[in-house]
């Protein structure tokens, strides 16, 4: 049991709380499922890229799937080997693009034509081949909150069948460029089986028609997106999952990828957050906390549901928004959500906080962001301290000085 009240009154509120030690649990399950195949499991960095996150991941054993070369650079920090890193994203800068190629990962993951220009390009330049896979995007629903699917040919993300062979073919020609994986991500927060293994399907028949053409690739990266319990969605199985998945490439020899994010630290975070006030504006009930949309902006963006615990407060329940501080009608944590009375203090915690929550958050309303704090093996320890005001304003305070 964690004891919510010692952490808030150590580290105060806003705060959020990690328990490395389940991070652990469901990394070595995932990893377990897929065992029998050659497989990496790339940590998905942007879904809490902490430093001492990425850290216990990678003394586990993962690589790492960024979307920026800033997570590139965390990954290496952390001492994830190079050799397991792989850049994807839409929109990558050329000197991104250079940067990752000097750095040597595993592979820069391309989403459209053009970019694989750039990188042919930047490849020349430095004189170097440039190991590439193409994200295709199978036109699979994958059934889930549509800011976060991404597998429709509705979404910007990678390319359709058609072009991604026409791409390979193109690399397989050119000198700078060596294709060596194949990627598809149809979204995240996976709940349903039957389109990852419908999306599966159709890229294993790429890589078959692909190496008819003689282009032999090793990677077979099956994105992230497995969904977790937030309140009582049926999830998959891991077992299930990688059994879906493996099921599609009989007689493929290839390593399998899997970059999940959510899976391994959704429900391994906490997010503490105290009560300042209570008020009733007619026949609503407002619930007033210290924390807000620019902490935890997941129930504001995507109306989702985190479940609220008391702890030992106890009483008649009524409902009532649950908001924060910020000058937003959309700054709400939990609405309509049954609390008892709340006094000034009493102590809130959001669970399954350990995905894009910290890493979403902003200093939206000159607001610090919060401490974040690690559990592991019973002992919890500071991993981010909480932003001061001069943290907030260290960018622009020069200027202000030199106009002076
Ligand atoms: N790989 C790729 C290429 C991705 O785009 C993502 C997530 C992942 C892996 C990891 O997916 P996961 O295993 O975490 O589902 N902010 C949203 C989620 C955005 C996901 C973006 N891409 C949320 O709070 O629900």
Redesign the pocket.
């Known amino acids: 049991m964690i004891d919510f009240h010692v952490l808030a009154k150590e580290y105060s509120t806003p705060l959020y709380v990690y328990d490395f030690n389940y991070m652990s649990r469901q990394f070595e399950a995932l990893k377990e499922a897929f065992k029998g195949r050659k497989s990496i499991l790339a940590y998905?960095v942007?879904?809490n890229s902490n430093l001492s996150v990425v850290k216990h991941f990678a003394q586990m054993g993962s690589g790492a799937?960024c979307?920026s070369i800033g997570e590139v650079r965390r990954a290496l920090m952390c001492g994830i080997p190079a050799y397991r890193i792989i850049f994807?994203g839409v929109g990558k800068q050329d000197h991104e693009i250079r940067e990752a190629l000097e750095s040597d990962i595993l592979y820069i993951n391309l989403e459209s034509d053009a970019e694989m220009q750039r990188v042919e390009m930047i490849a020349r330049e430095l004189n170097i081949t440039a190991r590439i896979s193409v994200?295709v995007n199978p036109n699979i629903d994958a059934k889930t909150?549509p800011?976060?699917s991404?597998g429709l040919h509705s979404s910007k993300f990678g390319v359709d069948l058609n072009s991604a062979k026409r791409m390979y073919i193109r690399a397989k020609n050119s000198q700078y460029l060596e294709p060596v994986g194949i990627h598809f991500?149809i979204g995240?927060?996976?709940t349903e089986l039957d389109p990852i293994r419908e999306a599966a399907e159709i890229v294993a028949d790429l890589v078959r028609s692909l190496s008819a053409l003689k282009i032999n690739l090793k990677f077979f990266d099956v994105?992230?997106?497995?969904g977790v319990r937030y309140k009582n969605e049926t999830t998959i199985e891991p077992y299930e999952y990688a059994q879906a998945i493996l099921s599609t490439l009989t007689a493929l020899d290839m390593t399998i990828i899997c970059?999940?994010?959510?899976?391994l630290t959704a429900n391994a975070g906490y997010f503490l957050t105290k009560v300042l006030y209570e008020k009733q504006n007619g026949d609503k009930r407002f619930v007033m906390v210290d924390g807000a949309m620019n902490d935890l902006i997941?129930p504001s963006l995507?109306e989702?549901y985190h479940h609220v615990n008391t702890l030992d407060k106890e009483g008649e329940k009524t409902l009532a928004d649950i908001v924060g501080p910020v000058c937003e009608s959309g700054d709400f944590l939990a609405k309509d959500y049954a609390l008892p009375m709340m006094q000034h203090n009493d102590l809130l915690v959001f669970e399954s906080a350990g995905?894009?929550g910290f890493g979403?958050g902003s200093n939206y309303n000159t607001r610090g962001r919060s401490a974040e704090v690690a559990l592991e093996d019973g002992k919890a320890r500071l991993i981010r301290r909480r932003e001061s005001f001069d943290d907030i304003i260290a960018n622009e305070r020069e200027f202000l000085e030199a106009n002076e």
């Open positions: 998905a942007k879904a799937d979307v994807s994200r909150h800011y976060i991404t991500h995240s927060q996976l994105g992230g997106g497995l970059e999940p994010g959510r899976f997941r995507y989702a995905a894009y979403m």
